[in-house]
């Protein structure tokens, strides 16, 4: 069946650090790919999106390309602040009726 | 624009106990889902309702969950008996409608411990 794959967390990162976050999935078709984050007290938010191969998706000064040929959709992010410290979750929709699955999530915690 | 709203944010019950957790979606939204999320793990689908009807209900354990959706708005899951394992965050969202490309929106969810 589909699935994601995420990597294991926590990350702990200093302030201005780049950040990686592998996802990589397994589906029929071609999926749309999402990354929904989830900082501490709040409710999943979708942070990015890519639905078609080679699209990238970006918000907030986060990065992520589909890749079909290594079916990987990894987070990046150039310089990281405490804010972005949360619970990261890669995500594939592959039928129709939008039904998201979630890999198991990666925490992150940026220190000053 | 108002968010999902879900109540209650959290609640402990002993098992064997009956419990039911509200969703109220964004206005307008057509699509309904009821994630569960276990400690450590990302939210696995329980159900889908497309306005009042379910679209999928496959990963839902249905001799002890139920769920509704009355006139295509509110939601409500229910748990009776609950088990030990039923532990988890309850997670309601809703989109607009439930193409692909449509952004779910989730609520703060209902954190259930069961003893």
């Known amino acids: 069946g589909d699935s994601v794959t995420q990597m294991e967390g926590p990350v702990t990162l200093s302030e201005e650090a780049f950040l990686t976050i592998n996802c990589t999935y397994t589906?029929?078709?071609?999926?749309?790919l999402f990354w929904y984050v989830q900082y501490p007290g709040e409710g999943l938010q979708l942070l990015l999106k890519a639905t078609k191969a080679d699209d990238k998706g970006s918000n907030k000064g986060f990065e992520a390309t589909y890749r079909k040929e290594t079916t990987s959709f990894h987070l990046e992010k150039g310089s990281v602040q405490v804010s972005d410290s949360a619970v990261y979750f890669c995500a594939l929709i592959t039928d129709s009726w939008g039904k998201l699955q979630f890999g198991a999530g990666t925490q992150v915690v940026v220190t000053p | 624009e108002a968010g999902v709203a879900q109540s209650p944010r959290y609640k402990i019950i002993e098992k064997r106990q009956s419990v039911a957790f509200w969703c109220n979606p964004i206005s307008g939204h057509a699509t309904l889902y009821w994630y569960q999320q276990i400690l450590g793990q990302g939210p696995k689908l329980l159900i889908q309702?497309?306005?009042?009807?379910?679209?999928?209900d496959s990963q839902l354990p249905k001799d002890r969950f139920s769920a509704e959706r009355l006139k295509g708005v509110d939601s409500t899951l229910k748990i009776q008996p609950a088990k030990l394992e039923d532990s988890a965050v309850y997670l309601c969202?809703?989109?607009?409608?439930?193409?692909?490309?449509?952004?779910?929106?989730f609520g703060q969810g209902t954190r259930l411990t069961v003893v």
């Open positions: 969202a809703s989109s607009f409608n439930q193409q692909p490309n449509t952004e779910a929106f």
């Open positions: 589906a029929t078709g071609y999926p749309s």
């Open positions: 309702f497309q306005n009042n009807g379910v679209v999928d």
